[in-house]
């Protein structure tokens, strides 16, 4: 299994940004593509974007243009840059492999204030 550990989340007003990251430990070699996920209070967790281990990415139609994903290989973590935040955009983010296994982290909270 992989243990993760998100960091970065806070309280922004809208326009702000915010750098989440992720950092795995574990069985980590197995791993082909990460992502960000993220939980609005009463919605289900959606995953926002993704990242191969090529660099391939891809992103939730919603943020594309505002947010962008990179992660280091050789550090095992992962990131999540988040500009022009939006109050639709307050959850507690994630980080997990896609497809994601049932071990999650604590995750992030990110509250973006009108």
Do not use: H
């Not at 809208?14 to 209070?41: N, V």
């Amino acid at each position: 299994q992989v243990q993760l550990v998100e960091s970065g989340g806070g309280l922004v007003q809208a326009g702000g940004s915010l750098r989440l990251s992720c950092a795995a430990s574990g069985d980590t070699g197995c791993i082909f593509a990460m992502g960000w996920y993220r939980q609005a209070p009463g919605e289900e967790r959606e995953m926002v974007a993704a990242i191969t281990s090529g660099g391939g990415t891809n992103y939730l139609d919603s943020v594309k243009g505002r947010f962008t994903i990179a992660r280091d290989n050789a550090k095992n973590t992962v990131y999540l840059q988040m500009n022009s935040l939006k109050p639709e955009d307050t959850a507690v983010y994630y980080c997990n492999t896609v497809p994601y296994q049932p071990n999650w982290g604590q995750g992030t909270l990110v509250i973006v204030s009108s």
